[in-house]
């Protein structure tokens, strides 16, 4: 079954707002995490990833959370633009290579 | 430099007939994956592959599916006597090593089984 999920499958934010995309995880085991996003006809694109001995990571308007407390994963996004509407999914890596992937969040940026 | 490429972007077939899905990889990429996307799903595993060897197909259905990457020339995703439950995005990816590393990956093939 699945090991990755997100909370909310449609995110609606105002254009100049901050977005927070949420993924819980259940395997103890994943010890790498991305974050990619899609635009419709497109495949996947890497936006950030992060390793499991970090919490925080930070890239160009976007910052990773990872707790791995409670096996939560969070995508954050700056002064949200119209060009951030896409699906976004997080990804996880357990022992081996296999991406595992959640269903994804579908954001759409409000003008 | 040219990103991963995939093709045909579309593919349409009738029920028993055969798909070929071709990737080739970023230059300087010798690892291939191949995932399959139903709509308003996460992409699914199938196969992954270095050159001439299939490393693991653990998600790839036994029957009817198959791929290889062979020495020369692009990675071949097949899929033979196709059913209507085969509709779906094919996404290659592809890896200058194995591991965690970046996948990159290409803009899929959208097989629609008639």
């Known amino acids: 079954g699945e090991s990755v999920g997100l909370h909310l499958p449609t995110l609606s934010v105002q254009e100049g707002d901050n977005s927070i995309i949420n993924c819980a995880y259940s395997?103890?085991?994943?010890?790498?995490f991305i974050w990619y996003k899609q635009e419709s006809g497109k495949g996947p694109q890497f936006i950030i990833d992060?390793?499991?001995?970090?919490d925080k990571r930070q890239g160009q308007r976007v910052t990773v959370l990872l707790n791995k407390t409670v096996k939560h994963l969070s995508l954050q996004i700056a002064a949200t633009q119209p060009g951030d509407s896409a699906v976004y999914f997080c990804?996880?890596?357990?022992?081996?290579?296999?991406?595992?992937f959640g269903a994804g969040t579908t954001v759409t940026v409000r003008a | 430099n040219a990103g991963v490429m995939q093709n045909p972007r579309h593919l349409v077939r009738r029920r028993g007939q055969e798909a070929r899905l071709r990737c080739s990889p970023m230059?300087?990429?010798?690892?291939v994956y191949w995932y399959r996307q139903l709509p308003e799903e996460g992409l699914k595993f199938m196969v992954y592959?270095?050159?001439?060897?299939?490393?693991?197909e653990s998600g790839m259905p036994k029957e009817r599916f198959s791929a290889e990457f062979p020495k020369e020339g692009p990675s071949i995703l097949r899929i033979q006597q196709v059913v209507r439950g085969d509709s779906a995005a094919y996404f290659c990816?592809?890896?200058?090593?194995?591991?965690?590393?970046?996948?990159?990956f290409g803009s899929g093939t959208q097989l629609s089984v008639l």
């Open positions: 990816a592809s890896s200058y090593g194995q591991g965690r590393e970046k996948l990159f």
């Open positions: 395997n103890s085991a994943s010890d790498y």
């Open positions: 992060i390793r499991s001995n970090m």
């Open positions: 990804a996880e890596i357990a022992n081996d290579y296999k991406l595992s």
């Open positions: 230059k300087g990429h010798s690892h």
């Open positions: 592959l270095q050159k001439e060897n299939i490393i693991d």
